[in-house]
């Protein structure tokens, strides 16, 4: 009888390892089943300031990136940038921009979906708005830090 308790435990024990090992995962690397999502890539900030620094206006930079959005505003100041969404990939949550007066500024955050950007241009008004909304989450009410970029050379 002791020898059939035994056995029974011992395959009890085998099936449930086997029922483990078959068990789907989450794919997350976080504790408690946090999906991983993206806050901001420095390389991706880089790769996007290296294709926007000779690009001189918004039409130049939409023609030549097909994902850039832009808006012009009724100042004649302008803007054009990318956003890198969160949830598609763990180097995502990037916003890089570059503005009428040659600057070119990235945030890294939580990105809403590959359309965030394109949304937060249509909402703002002015180039000033469009640079306190990453600061403050007034519109989107997600906050973003800027990263500043290594000198050039």
């Known amino acids: 009888m002791k020898q059939l ?7 009890a024990l085998l099936l449930l390892a ?4 078959w068990l789907p995962r989450p794919s997350t690397d976080l504790p408690g089943g946090q999906p991983v999502m993206g806050v901001g890539s420095v390389r ?17 930079a939409s023609q030549a990136f097909p994902e850039v959005v832009s808006k012009r505003f009724p100042d004649g100041t302008w803007a054009f940038g990318v956003c890198t969404d969160s949830h598609a990939s763990p180097e995502g949550g990037t916003i890089v921009l570059k503005d ?8 890294f955050g939580h990105v809403r979906g590959p ?4 949304s937060l241009l249509v909402a703002v008004k002015s180039l000033d708005e469009l640079y306190q909304e990453p600061r403050t989450g007034r ?13 050039e050379g």
Do not use: C, H, K, M
């Not at 086997?18 to 090992?21: P, S």
């Not at 359309?115 to 394109?118: A, C, E, G, N, T």
């Not at 519109?139 to 000198?151: H, T, V, W």
């Open 115 to 118: 359309q965030y950007l394109r």
């Open 44 to 60: 991706d900030a880089n790769e996007w300031r290296r294709r926007f620094l000779d690009l001189p206006d918004p039409e130049a």
């Open 18 to 21: 086997g029922v483990a090992v």
């Open 100 to 107: 009428s007066t040659g600057a070119i500024r990235a945030f």
């Open 139 to 151: 519109i989107s009410g997600l906050r973003f830090g800027e990263y500043l970029f290594a000198p």
């Open 5 to 11: 308790l035994i056995s029974a435990g011992l395959l």
